[in-house]
């Protein structure tokens, strides 16, 4: 007889005593309760992000059209790992409950902007930060004062409300806001926290504090020169008078 149409042996059942199987399906529903639960509060975080990037998108648009400029280069999101989530809230001592997640954890929902310029950070920021649904909860710059290591960006936390069918949620979100050279940076720089043993990881930190610094007055610099294209006399002033020709620059971001 082929060995496939051989009758294996049955597996012996295994037996459950009443007092097991109650056991199981509480421990089965208590698993599905916190699944389920965690899964909506994620959805929530996931939805409070949407509604700081379109706030952001909003404002690069009108900005676009007002001033013929992008302050946004790019825009990225994430939501923060199941397990960076227990990992961080096992470090600070934190009861691994949902209340003191929302509590504490300020980065579940997390948000980075890009922008060309120093001063467009700042323009970014302030006009998120002025929308009277938007609650500053903190701010930490470290572009005026830079981190140790040499690292950069503007930091806020922010809480806004959230509206679904039967409830609003006020919600916490992360914004990171930074140039694109101090972007490049930290992408490298936060390799190193992931390589266990280093060759020469002294001259590794040095060298990168050195970069940091080179970024630092390259990114004044690119800014100290578009003020300066922005602010010299027009040579085709004259055309510029033109409304078909002013207009013409106009880009109106219809359509992705
Ligand atoms: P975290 O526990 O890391 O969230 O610190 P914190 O709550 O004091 O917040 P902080 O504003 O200092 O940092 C928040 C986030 O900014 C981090 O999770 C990183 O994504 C980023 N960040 C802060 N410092 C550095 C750094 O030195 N290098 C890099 N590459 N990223 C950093
Ligand atoms: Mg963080």
Same mark, same amino acid.
């Given at each position: 007889?082929?060995?496939?149409?051989? $009758?294996?042996?049955?597996?012996?059942?295994?037996?459950?005593?009443?007092?097991?199987?109650?056991?199981?399906?509480? &421990?089965?529903?208590?698993?599905?309760?916190?699944?389920?639960?965690?899964?909506?509060?994620?959805?929530? *975080?996931?939805?409070?992000?949407?509604?700081?990037?379109? $706030?952001?998108?909003?404002? &690069?648009?009108?900005?676009? %059209?007002?001033?013929?400029?992008?302050?946004?280069?790019?825009?990225?999101?994430? =939501?923060?790992?199941?397990?960076?989530?227990?990992?961080?809230? /096992?470090?600070?001592?934190?009861?691994?409950?949902?209340?003191?997640?929302?509590?504490?954890l300020?980065d579940?929902a997390?948000? /980075? %902007?890009?922008?060309s310029?120093?001063?467009?950070?700042?323009?970014?920021?302030?006009?998120?930060?002025?929308?009277?649904? %938007?609650?500053?909860?903190?701010?930490?710059? *470290?572009?005026?004062s830079?981190?140790? &290591?040499? *690292?950069?960006?503007?930091?806020? =936390?922010?809480?806004?409300?959230?509206?679904?069918?039967?409830?609003?949620?006020?919600?916490? %979100?992360?914004?990171?806001?930074?140039?694109?050279?101090?972007?490049?940076?930290?992408?490298?720089?936060?390799?190193?926290?992931?390589?266990?043993?280093?060759?020469?990881?002294?001259?590794? =930190?040095?060298?990168?504090?050195?970069?940091?610094?080179?970024?630092?007055a390259?990114?004044? /610099?690119?800014?100290?020169?578009? &003020?300066?294209?922005?602010?010299?006399?027009?040579?085709?002033?004259? $055309?510029?008078?033109?409304?078909?020709i /002013?207009?013409?620059?106009?880009?109106?971001?219809?359509?992705?």
């Amino acid at each position: 007889m082929p060995d496939l149409l051989k $009758k294996t042996s049955p597996e012996p059942l295994q037996v459950y005593s009443d007092t097991d199987v109650t056991e199981i399906v509480e &421990n089965a529903s208590l698993f599905l309760d916190q699944a389920v639960q965690y899964q909506e509060l994620m959805m929530m *975080y996931d939805c409070a992000i949407k509604e700081v990037r379109t $706030k952001l998108e909003v404002l &690069n648009s009108e900005f676009s %059209v007002r001033y013929q400029r992008n302050p946004i280069e790019f825009i990225s999101s994430r =939501i923060k790992k199941p397990v960076s989530i227990v990992r961080k809230m /096992r470090q600070r001592g934190l009861p691994l409950t949902f209340s003191s997640l929302e509590q504490n954890l300020n980065d579940v929902a997390g948000i /980075r %902007v890009i922008c060309s310029f120093i001063d467009d950070i700042y323009a970014v920021a302030d006009m998120l930060i002025r929308q009277d649904d %938007v609650t500053l909860l903190e701010k930490k710059d *470290y572009i005026k004062s830079p981190k140790e &290591n040499g *690292y950069r960006s503007l930091h806020l =936390i922010v809480e806004i409300p959230v509206f679904f069918s039967d409830h609003k949620r006020d919600m916490k %979100v992360e914004v990171q806001i930074r140039t694109i050279a101090m972007d490049f940076w930290a992408s490298l720089e936060h390799q190193l926290k992931y390589k266990k043993s280093i060759e020469d990881e002294e001259e590794i =930190i040095k060298e990168l504090r050195e970069c940091a610094d080179t970024i630092a007055a390259t990114d004044a /610099r690119m800014l100290s020169i578009r &003020n300066r294209i922005h602010t010299s006399p027009n040579r085709e002033a004259a $055309k510029e008078d033109d409304p078909i020709i /002013r207009y013409e620059k106009i880009q109106i971001p219809f359509g992705h």
